[in-house]
């Protein structure tokens, strides 16, 4: 890790030729120590960077703020990676209550199931039933024959075969489009 870290600095270093970008500024303390600075600016006009800055300020003033900057991005790169190394160090209380959480929902999850088990061997336990039950229903006479429906249709057998009876069919359902 550290001799990727080393070559990319140099790159940066080769890139840039010492000369501030506005961003990162390469600056070298001794023949074995390469530091890099990175400046960035703050809108003091917006809120949510007046408060970083007052926290950056607080942690400066501790002598904290590198410490801080690299744990920040450490964990940053660790969360983006899917990954909660990082996290479980720096935070393992939260770590902790996290999985207590956890687990109490699998707990409440698992005796809700339990309980929905519970219900359906009772069921199936209990008076077993074969077959549908009749309902206690009076019997319902069918429609009677109308004396005006006597007549009215007569159905007859064709002589003709399957084609006639097909095209007849079809120029009556034509016929009903004019």
């Not at 023949?31 to 007046?50: S, T």
């Not at 929902?105 to 336990?125: D, F, H, R």
């Amino acid at each position: 890790m550290m001799a990727i870290e080393l070559q990319a600095f140099e790159a940066l270093a080769r890139e840039i030729g010492g000369v501030s970008t506005g961003g990162v500024s390469p600056v070298v303390t001794t023949k074995h120590r390469r530091q890099v600075r990175f400046v960035f600016n703050l809108d003091w006009n917006r809120e949510l960077d007046c408060t970083i800055g007052q926290y950056l300020n607080w942690f400066k003033e501790r002598r904290q703020m590198t410490q801080l900057i690299r744990d920040a991005v450490r964990l940053y790169v660790d969360l983006m990676n899917g990954r909660t190394d990082v996290l479980s160090e720096l935070f393992p209380g939260i770590v902790a209550k996290l999985q207590a959480q956890n687990t109490d929902k699998v707990g409440q999850a698992l005796q809700s199931l339990a309980k929905t088990q519970a219900l359906m061997a009772e069921a199936l336990t209990s008076q077993p039933q074969s077959g549908p039950r009749p309902l206690n229903v009076s019997q319902v006479a069918g429609p009677a024959a109308d004396d005006d429906d006597v007549g009215l249709l007569t159905i007859t057998a064709t002589k003709a075969d399957g084609k006639v009876a097909a095209q007849n069919f079809l120029d009556s359902a034509f016929g009903l489009q004019r």
